[in-house]
DNA sequence: AATACACGTAACCCGTCTTGTTACAGAAAG
DNA sequence: CTTTCTGTAACAAGACGGGTTACGTGTATT
């Protein structure tokens, strides 16, 4: 396990589920996904507080869209899951004492700062949609070239 | 542990060892920055082998700076530590099946790239003597309205 | 020569985090 | 009341940075 996976699977899942005229188990999502029910379960759990999607239990149940793609950002997603830490690297201590550290932290942060600035905006800037339609475009391409 | 601390920590040493009069041993480096001699080695290693800085075994020995800080940028440091990885989230898999996993990495990758071609020019445009400047100033500002 | 000092490196453990897995409780449909 | 779902808790696995111990090697001092 190297990196944070989540988002990737969640903006996944969530195109499958448009395109899906039924309700979706974990199971399903799971095999989609190539992972296990009760990782979905685990991680659609943000997505479901945030409203983005309902579950139903019992018998027929499973997962569906509560909201259109069109109206769920990368950054919407990447907030559901829990905003997980964006970089790997990073100051080694929160308040140092010492003054050339603080000074190198100032800078480093300075960067990381821009660099997550830029990557949240294009986050919000791209719904699910978005690359629901690449994948439109991509698989018609693909078909026609059959 | 959380975040990969090594880039900070080299620039910290670093601008130690510029004001350091006389070669620092690893157990000095240690005590700056919190750690362990060993630690200090293994990192240091690195920069060695880039020919930053240079190490003398025996007794007296130490590291030494083997170039100015004007000639050692960000991206140098952390192109010397082996480029660890910048970010902690990704896409899941490398080659995905999936055409709908291709359409989301693709905008993942697509947003990640930028941040990280941003992040990597703020690193190259940034010397260790650009930070040793700012802690000059900061100290100055510091004993001043003391 | 002997000793003390300091780097070089391998080996191992620990803490943290994502992911996978098992287990079990609750709810809904047949 | 059984089957089919979700909802969680609990725990193991794997990866990785960092801390620690141990030991080898080179160099100056005595």
Redesign the interface.
């Known amino acids: 396990m ?8 969640m ?2 899942v969530l ?2 589920m448009d395109r899906h005229y039924k309700r979706a188990t974990s199971d399903t999502i799971a095999q ?3 992972t296990n029910a009760v990782v979905v379960r685990r991680t659609m759990a943000g997505l479901r507080k945030q409203g983005y999607v309902h579950s139903e239990q019992g018998h027929g149940g499973g997962w569906e869209l509560a909201r259109a793609l069109t109206d769920i950002s ?1 950054f919407d997603v990447y907030q559901a899951i829990g905003a ?10 929160e308040q140092p004492e ?11 942060n ?3 700062q ?3 600035t ?2 949240l905006e ?2 919000r800037s ?1 719904t699910v949609a ?3 339609q ?2 439109d475009a ?2 018609a391409e ?1 078909t026609h070239h059959a």
């Open positions: 190297r990196r944070d996976s989540r988002l990737s699977r903006l996944h195109i499958h989609m996904l190539g990368l997980p830490p964006l970089f790997a690297i990073g100051p080694s201590v010492c003054l050339v550290e603080q000074a190198v932290d100032a800078r480093l300075d960067a990381l821009e660099a997550e830029l990557l294009r986050f791209v978005d690359i629901a690449d994948f991509c698989f693909h």
